[in-house]
């Protein structure tokens, strides 16, 4: 009897000792996404796209590019940047252009005029034949917005104190909206149907930069971007591709 029972004790530790370790949850791979503040109206498309791979987490993050954020991640901005990374493929086409208020009844707008309200030596509307002070916004100098404009328009000249400087371009659409002696710059892509909308000739591709190739994954989701799925949501805000 006393053999059986060690018998079966050994088995026990036999049979426990063959037992199959469960396999540890396979975590599925994370891809960071960047974008700059200019670009935020790509997020639909950035969601729309990431449900396409149920495997993989997107996770997508607004921030000022700099050429010191090689981390293999995918970026997002309007334009070039000042240095060219390995890689940049478009996305779409947006505009910088001059918003103003509807009950604004001024409709020429020459860079001459615009520099000069910038710099403040225009700070009255009474010099432009209306009334009341101006109220002008800008996007702050990190964003390329403000680079473009700096590029294109303002050519070097100094920026007054009393402009209102700000990193959301949502605010400068509701400034606006709410003030008819406002004015602002921003991306088309922002702009609604309330503001009167003027051109200046900026017209610029929505990019996706990387510091090296993308991998496969990142080329499927760049592939989704400029797809169907993609363009679909790209399509209200911006001048897709195709």
């Known amino acids: 009897m006393k053999k059986i029972i060690i018998l079966f004790f050994i088995s026990i530790l036999f049979l426990a000792g063959c037992q199959v ?3 540890a949850p396979i975590e599925p791979p994370v891809y960071f996404i960047n974008y700059s503040p200019a ?3 790509v997020l639909p498309a950035l969601y729309a796209c ?3 791979f149920p495997d993989v987490i997107f996770s997508p993050k607004e921030k ?7 981390t293999g991640n995918l970026f997002i901005l309007l334009g070039e940047p000042e240095i060219l990374p390995a890689f940049s493929a478009p996305l779409v086409y947006d505009e910088v252009i001059l918003v103003t208020n509807p009950a604004n009844p001024i409709t020429e707008w020459s860079d001459f005029r615009l520099i000069n309200l910038v710099n403040g030596r225009i700070d009255n509307w009474d010099y432009l034949s209306w009334e009341g002070e101006v109220d002008l916004w800008l996007p702050v100098s990190q ?10 328009v303002l050519d070097g000249n100094p ?3 009393t402009v209102n400087l700000t990193s959301d371009h949502q605010e400068i659409v509701e400034a606006v909206i709410a003030d008819p002696k406002a004015m ?3 991306p088309t892509s922002f702009a609604v149907g309330d503001l009167t909308a003027h051109s200046l000739n900026i017209r610029i591709p929505l990019l996706a930069v990387l510091d090296s190739e993308p991998d496969e ?6 592939v989704c971007l400029q797809g169907e799925i993609g363009q679909a949501e790209l399509s209200s805000s911006y001048e897709v591709l195709h």
């Open 39 to 41: 670009a935020k109206p």
């Open 64 to 70: 000022y590019y700099s050429a010191l954020d090689s």
């Open 21 to 23: 370790e469960p396999e």
């Open 159 to 161: 920026i007054s104190q």
């Open 50 to 52: 990431a449900a396409e």
């Open 184 to 186: 602002g710059i921003v």
């Open 143 to 152: 964003d390329e917005v403000s680079f473009l404009f700096n590029l294109h």
């Open 217 to 222: 994954i990142q080329q499927e989701f760049l």
